[in-house]
């Protein structure tokens, strides 16, 4: 499925290997060590999906297990973002569930834990413990009445100076721990407890804590599990746990205040702002949303690979040819190469997330908030992106899409999962959004040079792009580019004026926001749009290959126009596109597909 075709029909081996290594962004021999270890028998999957929930587990702790094995010390495999991204990858694709708690144990538990022993040696034997996997990992935030909401939740983690312990405690239902996978299930877990903290009666904010669940056997005294019942497909072993009185050591505080109250037994000036204790204590999620965004875009990935060889085999009726494969017909063409183009897309986004995390990891820095913001956005667009892919391949291989054997259902599944944890997709894209609108216009059009002149209305005929600098030349790929900058910060401009007048309307705080509320979170898609695209076409750039710069400009340009189309209205009512440059959009679209 690209223009770029060999004479077999097929590209040509050198495309082909231009393609995989921009994908790969290097790093070439370390995936196909990684491809072989997963084609390992402990990752067979014949036969599995007869298997009762409890089995399914089992089998992913199990091979939680070999992959402990494989990347051991795991110290290592966290310092290498390319690996670790790459690990959770096949995942991903491999075992979901395996997916789940790994991301877990690794990112939200051992990651947050090695960089605290680096000062905390007393930490050292639990470090060990974990990265030899006599405990899995587990990160409790989530309560039944707080999900999104975490800030609020009530756990609470009360000081005794006198023990120098911590008592926690689940003082309400609402405030039971909601989802994290605590099952008592032969596994021993060691979880990582954010509770809101009070210290000589007063609140300090939420911080976290070490607390040891179980042995694999009984849970620890005070410590009450309940499984949730069954989910499909994700066989993780999710529940409710309550904790009652449970007393842990003050060394069980992984937070900077540890020291403080070791030393005189109150945290006085020490305090710092609530909000800033509270994202210090999910840092670790933070890190951890690319390896969710790697495996959703490994998902895809799968699936169009299956979807794309299905529609090149497959045969049905044409009018006057007897028959043709699926992809002969423009409709089932056009409807694949879209994803594709949507997919290459979040690939090349994903590439210089990575790209960024691993610049921070290699200097010992932590996520600033602009990578932050980045991470956010690529996991929202990749795995909202995902959950399109697999409908439309579902759909694109009748049938055969419904079959565990082509694991797309599985992928919907394990792609729900994607969007809901560490920071559900709609609101970590609010999030980004009322940050952008504090940013810079050239954080918004990734560039410094366009200008921000007011949209002029009634033109339709791109001449406002003329009159500024640096735009390219109307109806070109970067052109289509350029507009989606103009849409970010005409959106912005939109929402801070609807901001003030609020204010001045003297509304409510909420009420005004809410009324801006939609756009902000389109101000981080297009922003996060506008980069995908600008990393797809810098990539077809940087192809040597004349057939790989040529279909990757292509893609570029598919998704682009794609992406403008879907917001024509607003275009057209700031008067920057018209009904001539809706005809040339869905000319070049059709041509766009055609060449793919
Ligand atoms: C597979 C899986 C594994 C998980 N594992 C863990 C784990 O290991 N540890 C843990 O602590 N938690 C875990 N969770 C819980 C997860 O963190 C929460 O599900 C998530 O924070 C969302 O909370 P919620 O489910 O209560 O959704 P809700 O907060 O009830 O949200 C429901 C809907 O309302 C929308 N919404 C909510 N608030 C707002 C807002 N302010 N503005 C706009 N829209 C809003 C959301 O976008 C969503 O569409 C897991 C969840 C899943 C799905």
Redesign the pocket.
């Known amino acids: 499925m690209t223009g770029a075709a060999h004479t077999s029909g097929e590209p040509a081996p050198q495309t082909l290997r231009e393609l995989t290594a921009l994908l790969a962004d290097g790093r070439q021999r370390m995936r196909a060590e990684l491809a072989a270890f997963f084609a390992g028998p402990e990752f067979d999957r014949t036969g599995e999906e007869a298997g009762p929930p409890a089995a399914v587990t089992a089998r992913a702790y199990a091979r939680l297990e070999t992959v402990n094995r494989f990347v051991h010390p795991a110290r290592e495999l966290l310092t290498d973002v390319h690996r670790l991204t790459a690990l959770h990858e096949w995942a991903a694709v491999t075992d979901g569930t395996l997916f789940?708690i790994m991301t877990?144990h690794y990112n939200?538990v051992l990651a947050g834990l090695l960089r605290r022993a680096a000062r905390h040696r007393d930490l050292d034997p639990v470090v060990t413990e974990l990265e030899e996997l006599r405990a899995a990992g587990?990160?409790?935030?989530?309560e039944i009445g707080?999900?999104?909401?975490?800030l609020a939740l009530e756990t609470e983690a009360r000081y005794d100076p006198a023990a120098r312990e911590f008592v926690l405690h689940t003082p309400r239902p609402r405030a039971r721990?909601?989802?994290?996978?605590t099952t008592v299930n032969g596994v021993p877990k060691l979880a990582v407890v954010?509770a809101r903290t009070f210290v000589g009666g007063r609140e300090c904010g939420i911080m976290p804590f070490l607390v040891r669940l179980t042995d694999g056997r009984t849970s620890a005294p005070g410590v009450r599990i309940v499984p949730l019942p069954a989910?499909p497909v994700?066989a993780?072993d999710?529940a409710v746990t309550t904790f009652d009185r449970v007393r842990v050591g003050l060394d069980a505080l992984l937070a900077d205040e540890r020291d403080q109250l070791a030393a005189d037994g109150t945290l006085g000036g020490l305090l710092r702002d609530k909000t800033a204790r509270f994202l210090g204590s999910i840092e670790n999620i933070e890190g951890s949303k690319i390896c969710l965004t790697a495996g959703s875009l490994a998902m895809s990935r799968a699936a169009l690979t299956i979807a794309v060889r299905y529609a090149g085999q497959r045969l049905t009726f044409a009018p006057g040819r007897g028959q043709v494969v699926l992809a002969d017909y423009r409709t089932h063409h056009a409807a694949l190469a879209e994803q594709l183009a949507a997919t290459y897309a979040m690939g090349f986004l994903f590439n210089d997330t990575r790209a960024a995390v691993a610049r921070l990891r290699e200097s010992g820095r932590p996520m600033d908030e602009a990578t932050i913001r980045q991470a956010a956005i690529s996991k929202a667009l990749t795995s909202w992106n995902t959950r399109e892919v697999l409908e439309v391949c579902r759909e694109r291989c009748g049938a055969q899409g419904l079959f565990s054997a082509n694991r797309i259902m599985d992928y919907l599944v394990v792609n729900?999962?994607v969007i809901?944890?560490?920071?559900?997709?709609?609101?970590i894209m609010?999030k980004a959004g009322r940050q952008l609108l504090d940013e810079p216009d050239a954080v918004l059009t990734g560039t410094d040079t366009d200008t921000d002149t007011a949209p002029e209305s009634g033109t339709g005929t791109g001449t406002e792009a003329a009159r500024e600098d640096d735009v390219p030349a109307a109806g070109t790929g970067r052109w289509w580019l350029w507009l989606l900058g103009r849409r970010a910060r005409g959106l912005r401009q939109e929402i801070l004026a609807g901001l003030r007048a609020g204010e001045r309307a003297r509304g409510s705080v909420f009420a005004t926001w809410n009324d801006q509320?939609a756009q902000v979170r389109q101000l981080a898609e297009t922003c996060g749009r506008r980069s995908a695209a600008a990393a797809l076409f810098a990539a077809a750039d940087r192809a040597a290959d004349p057939a790989a710069r040529a279909v990757l400009a292509d893609l570029a340009e598919l998704y682009t126009l794609r992406c403008v189309d879907e917001d024509f209205g607003w275009f057209v009512g700031r008067g920057l596109l018209g009904p001539k440059e809706a005809a040339d959009l869905e000319v070049r679209r059709g041509g766009l597909h055609a060449d793919l």
């Open positions: 789940a877990s939200l587990v990160f409790m935030a989530s707080y999900g999104n909401n975490l721990k909601f989802m994290p996978n954010l989910k994700l993780l999710n729900h999962g809901t944890a560490e920071g559900d997709n709609e609101v609010i509320v």
